[in-house]
């Protein structure tokens, strides 16, 4: 009937003054002229007493609204630094993905791992290269890689490596994990030694050294066939003895 309607009309508008747009951490409208002179602790009780009667009026007669009041829970709570608190009330919102960028942010790994396992597959990507992340920032290159061969990233992994120019673990992950992107990353690193001179071509002889010690003597020849010396006739010549010993030679000028 109409008093039904009206009732439920006032708690509509109610509600909604409860839960509009925090300020400095609150769900609701309130005079912050004389909240803000509580104790601190006064003023948390009385945040924490005002989501308490808001989560009742849900409960009476607005059960619906209850997921986007744990949720504003959950996010004062998190401002507050409660953060096992806010978990909770992110998982019971139906949003456990923000409780996984919430202990992401604060890099607590295992405690985001543990939420996106439990509560949102999904996200345990995230927490892997997250924490990859990390760990390249780290300089924990092991640890990072491994992250990411869990992930099945590791063009993040290589990314990673070009980045820190550590072109030679970029290519072994590249030659490992993404064949299809050697020749472009071989090239890449090519250009960018040879920018660098005389020191440039001391990676790229690197480079073919390790090709060799990997087997792949095609790739070693083709790096030894794009060092260019004129000043150092004794690098020169060591180098065209390994297109001979590796093509022939018969074979040395076809190489």
């Not at 747009?21 to 005079?31: L, M, Q, S, T």
């Not at 092991?142 to 099945?152: D, G, P, V, W, Y």
Request: one cysteine or more.
């Amino acid at each position: 009937g109409p008093s039904a309607t009206c009732q439920q009309g006032s708690l509509h508008g109610l509600f909604g003054a409860l839960i509009q747009p925090r300020v400095c951490g609150a769900p609701f409208p309130i005079c912050w002229s004389q909240v803000m002179l509580f104790p601190s602790c006064h003023f948390l009780y009385f945040i924490c007493s005002m989501f308490d009667f808001a989560f009742e009026l849900a409960r009476l007669s607005l059960k619906q609204k209850l997921p986007e009041i744990h949720f504003k829970y959950g996010s004062f709570l998190e401002d507050e630094g409660k953060f096992e608190e806010a978990e909770v009330e992110f998982v019971k919102a139906g949003k456990p993905k923000e409780a996984v960028l919430m202990y992401a942010h604060a890099q607590n790994w295992a405690a985001a791992q543990r939420v996106a396992e439990a509560h949102d597959p999904d996200s345990v990507l995230i927490v892997l290269v997250g924490q990859a992340d990390a760990a390249f920032k780290q300089k924990e290159f092991s640890k990072a890689e491994a992250l990411l061969l869990r992930a099945q990233r590791l063009d993040l992994a290589v990314k990673h490596y070009k980045e820190a120019g550590m072109w030679a673990d970029a290519l072994r992950v590249c030659k490992e994990y993404l064949p299809g992107d050697l020749e472009a990353l071989q090239e890449a690193y090519e250009r960018e030694a040879a920018k660098k001179g005389p020191r440039g071509i001391e990676g790229i002889l690197e480079q073919a050294r390790e090709w060799e010690q990997a087997g792949e003597y095609s790739r070693a020849v083709d790096c030894y066939l794009k060092v260019r010396d004129p000043g150092n006739n004794t690098r020169m010549e060591k180098c065209w003895m390994k297109v001979r010993d590796y093509c022939g030679p018969t074979e040395l000028f076809q190489c």
